[in-house]
């Protein structure tokens, strides 16, 4: 028996290959399907299987075209309807992969359809559980994505249901591997590790932990974040079907001149600049929004910008096919091209960001200069700057009608990358005086300004 995790820090999200004796399965595979054939093909292996554990809205999966591309079949659990062929099994039904099996375990509550895959080893023994976003380490799958079909509080019903009487019952050492670690918005508190135990769960997640169904759906639904915008499309991508990842890359892959950039901006794009902020607050086509391929990019893609927007790019040199690549793993689609040669084709006047060290703070400050603090609320109510303002990052432009567009702020957020997006975002809304802080609350920490450590959130 083989197992082998495959992670993509961009999306948070863990895929499994299963193999034994030849055959293989593939569970929550990402768009792009290289990884899987080039393993499959690496141990002289043939993908009997494509297991779905949902449908999931913060990614594209690859399922569709896996399976076009290996003959595999794909599996859903029970209730999962879909515009192509799958084989909807059938709770506890089981699938044998060489001599491995695997068993169905409907488990709603994320979603109704959601299911965990229970592998069996060669002995017959419960080895492993692959749970999707019905458990994660340190907590659950979020039960508010259903768009008004079912509320949060029902669906955290099922979910409770669904852990006690699937999950719980597992023996301690059988391992979870669920389908995101820390940074994805499929759950509000995900541990930083990416595989745990049932006994660890049961010992550590507080919604393992809940001693009744009352709590737990308290517990669960309360302090759930707004979902990123583009869930509900992703979602419905999923469950109808899409273009291969090959088709989307091909027709974005386009090359524009400095008129063709300026002429799709006039008629609606949105500049999205895939530079390092570093690079970025040096020189940047002004409107333009910076999420750097450095980071979690697309996600914030995905939280910021509308997904029915078309966009144009601004990269690194060498770097357009993986820009273009990575937003189509979580369905941005129309992309109207490039900007030829990068930045230094621009031969208009660029737009730039002031940054300043930490230790400037306390001299900005006293000059009534406000700190706008744009991480998440979990993050500012550990600690944050005394009088800070809290302004979510995932929140804007929204919540950026609190300020006043000709004051000056000094932006921040953990660690520069966060801060330098919300920057060209509000530089985009109209604000002019805005510096960046160097190293975000890290750097802060050890510049003598005055820290305010677990005060109770106070609505701004």
């Not at 895959?117 to 458990?135: I, M, N, P, R, W």
């Not at 941005?332 to 030829?340: A, H, P, Q, T, W």
Request: hydrophobic residues 40%; negative net charge.
């Amino acid at each position: 028996m083989f197992i082998q995790q495959l992670y993509t820090n961009c999306l948070a999200e863990a895929a499994y290959y299963i193999e034994s004796e030849g055959e293989a399965a593939v569970i929550d595979p990402i768009r792009e399907t290289e990884p899987y054939l080039e393993l499959a093909a690496e141990r002289k292996s043939k993908i009997k299987y494509i297991f779905e554990t949902h449908f999931h809205a913060d990614f594209v999966s690859g399922h569709i075209d896996l399976s076009k591309q290996t003959g595999a079949e794909i599996i859903f659990g029970p209730m999962a309807e879909t515009k192509y062929k799958i084989h909807n099994a059938a709770d506890g039904e089981i699938f044998n992969i060489g001599k491995i099996k695997i068993k169905v375990l409907h488990t709603p509550g994320h979603t109704p359809e959601s299911s965990c895959f229970l592998l069996y080893d060669e002995s017959g023994k419960e080895h492993a559980v692959f749970t999707g976003d019905t458990l994660f380490v340190g907590d659950v799958g979020r039960p508010d994505l259903l768009d008004g079909k079912m509320s949060s509080q029902e669906l955290a019903s099922m979910l409770y249901d669904s852990l006690n009487t699937k999950l719980k019952p597992l023996a301690d050492e059988v391992i979870v591997y669920p389908a995101h670690g820390p940074g994805s918005a499929c759950g509000k508190s995900i541990g930083k590790e990416t595989f745990s135990s049932i006994g660890e769960q049961k010992k550590f997640n507080y919604a393992m932990r809940a001693s009744s169904r009352k709590q737990f759906i308290k517990e669960v639904t309360e302090g759930i974040a707004p979902p990123p915008m583009y869930f509900f499309e992703d979602a419905r991508i999923n469950k109808n079907g899409y273009d291969s990842i090959d088709q989307v890359v091909a027709r974005n892959n386009r090359e524009l001149n400095v008129q063709q950039f300026e002429e799709a901006v006039a008629t609606g794009a949105i500049i999205l600049d895939t530079r390092k902020a570093d690079d970025f607050e040096k020189g940047f086509v002004p409107g333009s929004i910076n999420i750097g391929l450095n980071g979690q990019y697309a996600v914030w893609v995905g939280t910021l910008i509308d997904i029915k927007k078309p966009l144009v790019l601004v990269t690194d040199l060498g770097k357009e096919h993986e820009s273009i690549l990575r937003l189509a793993r979580v369905g941005y689609e129309n992309v109207v091209g490039f900007l030829k040669e990068g930045i230094a084709s621009w031969n208009k006047k660029l737009d730039q960001v002031k940054s300043i060290a930490a230790s400037e703070m306390p001299a900005e400050m006293e000059k009534g200069i406000e700190v706008i603090d744009v991480r998440k609320p979990s993050e500012f109510g550990i600690s944050h700057v005394k009088e800070a303002m809290l302004l979510p990052l995932s929140n804007m432009p929204s919540n950026l009608e609190v300020l006043d567009k000709t004051k000056p702020y000094l932006v921040h957020c953990g660690g520069g990358y966060r801060s330098m997006t919300a920057i060209s975002i509000m530089k985009r809304e109209g604000f002019t005086y805005l510096k960046n802080i160097l190293g975000g609350f890290g750097a802060i920490q050890n510049a003598g300004v005055e820290i305010v450590v677990e005060e109770e959130l106070v609505n701004r």
